[in-house]
Antibody, heavy 124, light 107 residues
């Protein structure tokens, strides 16, 4: 059974940093691209970042480019999101999502499994 | 960046109704369009990928159609468990973008 478990969320002051983790199990983690998607409570979904199976392709939303860094450890079956210079508008529930396929370049891609999310609150 | 819009933003319907939700992209995305359902307190669930392919395990009353800039999700006969919010998402190019959502509630 595929499982994605996010952790690392919490309350943080503006300008500070936070590192999110996503522990994956039940599938060959190293063979699939992975993504982070966030959702302000009561609002819509926003794609944050994605990383291909070998970290060769990485993408970011304009709203986080230069502040957030996605990475993965295929030995430890884990996905990470390093978030720096946090702002109030980064407050959201952050989901980890598994993509079908190893990359999104040149192919139809979609998120077939999602975690339950970890809440990040940026406030003084 | 590719902008996605959805219409309507909300709709009220009854069990048994046929429901259609439209997603429009700011440029052609071919069939690089996915549909997700989200119920309150839960993670999104994939319904349709590649504009018209039904995800395994999803009831056949859900269908997707279209290509280019105008794509559609149809629920042929709304069931009680279908009251939820529906999002389209383009995977044609990063940054991947979602539509703002369509909330389907009880009439």
């Amino acid at each position: 059974e595929v499982q994605l478990v996010e952790s690392g969320g919490g309350l943080v002051q503006p300008g500070r940093s936070l590192r999110l983790s996503c522990a994956a199990s039940g599938f060959s983690f190293g063979a699939f691209a992975m993504h982070w998607v966030r959702q302000v409570p009561g609002k819509g979904l926003e794609w944050v970042s994605g990383i291909s199976w070998n970290s060769g392709s990485i993408g970011y939303a304009d709203s986080v480019k230069g502040r957030f860094t996605i990475s993965r450890d295929n030995v430890k079956n884990s996905l990470f999101l390093e978030m720096n210079s946090l702002r109030a508008e980064d407050t959201a529930l952050y989901f980890c999502a598994k993509q079908i396929g190893d990359t999104w370049v040149g192919r139809i891609s979609y998120f077939d499994f999602w975690g339950q999310g970890t809440l990040v609150t940026v406030s003084s | 960046d590719i902008q996605m819009t959805q219409s309507p933003s909300s709709l009220s319907a009854s069990v048994g109704d046929r429901v259609t939700i439209t997603c429009r992209a700011s440029q052609s995305i071919s069939n690089y369009l996915n549909w997700y359902q989200q119920k309150k307190g839960n993670a999104p669930k994939l319904l349709i990928y590649g504009a018209s392919s039904l995800q395994r395990g999803v009831p056949s009353r859900f269908s997707g159609s279209g290509s280019g800039t105008d794509l559609t999700l149809t629920i042929s006969s709304l069931q009680p468990e279908d009251f939820a919010t529906y999002y389209c998402q383009q995977s044609y190019a990063t940054p991947f973008t979602f539509g703002p959502g369509t909330k389907v509630d009880v009439k």
